[in-house]
């Protein structure tokens, strides 16, 4: 059961029906309450938050908590599964679509209910409201991140070719670079690989003036023509040698970080999630501003991975007392670093980034000058849009195909996304 089929699953639930098996008990040192929390990532993120929880249970000897790991590719399914068979742990990670999604079945606890038990006080500015839907406050972000472009200087160098100035730099001149980078590198070297990410087309959008979606979530909000010199954007990159053949494309797309051509050094740019950047092996890589965000800035500072709590947990002011651990606490953030995104707590941001590797500083450093760009958040991608991204997906790969032209991809993505939201 893919994304779609994780949604569906989620319609047939009436309520969030996932509780402790403790109902609403008082837990004591010698026979604590428990609270389940589940989040996706490898084995490494598993590692590090089952040493956090462990911190908080001797930090807090009334409460245990059973941590539950899954795969990213079938974190969602699970959680429908689990909601729909009303066993949904108390604490759990969200991102994207789905905190909309499941906020309008009555999943997400209003966490108005237990403002005592969490501090955001700390916040940097705007990062509160990221967890904000239609006024109710529902998740509370693990950490932000925003959309950028990762550079691999040695590509540059070897191919002879100075690097961007991302203050001034056009999408025309991303296009140009990445074909005299492909052009003067040995035979399977590029300068770059096509995006097809829902997040960066709703950063094209508002370089556009417009919005991937309206106000009130029900319709797309970017225009056909915006969309269409999109795709027509991913196809010229090919087209001028400047990223390899469709099939590549939808291989590297698939790949693990590490085996991306990124990851062996065979790309000089590749737009990507910042928090993403240290995950590419090989040479290190620096952080630019996309093209054209100067000009008119498109990206912002979002969650990468937000913290919910399911509205039947009988625990749910020990459920939050947890999530504060994670988000407010030194201990946990020395040891979490920036795996879940850059603390949105400033002292804990402070605290932690001389402990952070040099990729993970120019993380840091790159996001302080998308917030200095003081560009608000779009709105929480609303319910109906998980499936965006595969949708996107799929009529960017025809397009790069040539089984349709950049105008029908866009007429018809913009009419399937618009049925789903419906």
Partial sequence: MGVAGATAALVLVLTGCGNSPQAGKVGTAEDPVTIRFAWWGNDS????????????????????????????SSYWDKMATQIAGGTTPDVFAMS?????????????????????????????????????????QYTITAGVNSMSMVIDPQVFEAAGVPLPNDETWTWDDYVDIA????????????????????????????????????????KMGISEGTLTRWFELN????????????????????????????????????????????SYSGSPLVMMKMPGESKQPGAWLRSSMEYAISSKSAQSKEAALFINYLVNNMDAATKIKSDRGMPANTDLKAGITPLLKEGQQKEAAYLDRIAELDVAPTKPFPAGSSATLEVLNRYNTDVLFGKISPQDAAKGFIAEVNQNLG
Avoid: C, H
């Fill in 45 to 72: 993120r598993a590692k590090t938050t089952l040493e956090v929880i462990k911190d908080f249970e001797a930090a807090n000897p009334t409460i245990k908590v059973q941590g539950e790991n899954t795969e990213f």
């Fill in 96 to 136: 994207g679509a789905y905190p909309s999604e499941y906020a309008s079945r009555g999943v997400l606890l209003d966490l108005d209910k237990v403002k005592e038990q969490i501090d955001t006080s700390k916040f940097a500015e705007g990062t509160v409201d990221l967890g904000k839907i239609d006024g109710k």
């Fill in 179 to 218: 074909a005299e980078i492909a052009k003067k590198s040995p035979a399977g070297t590029f300068g770059t690989t096509p995006m097809a990410n829902d997040s960066f087309l709703a950063v094209w959008a508002r370089q556009n003036n417009e919005s991937l979606y309206t106000d009130d979530g029900k």
């Fill in 235 to 278: 196809k010229k990159l090919m087209d001028t040698g400047g990223a390899p053949s469709a099939s590549q494309t939808v291989e590297d797309g698939s790949a693990q970080p590490e085996l991306t051509l990124m990851g062996q050094g065979k790309q000089a740019m590749k737009i990507s999630w910042s928090n993403q950047m240290t």
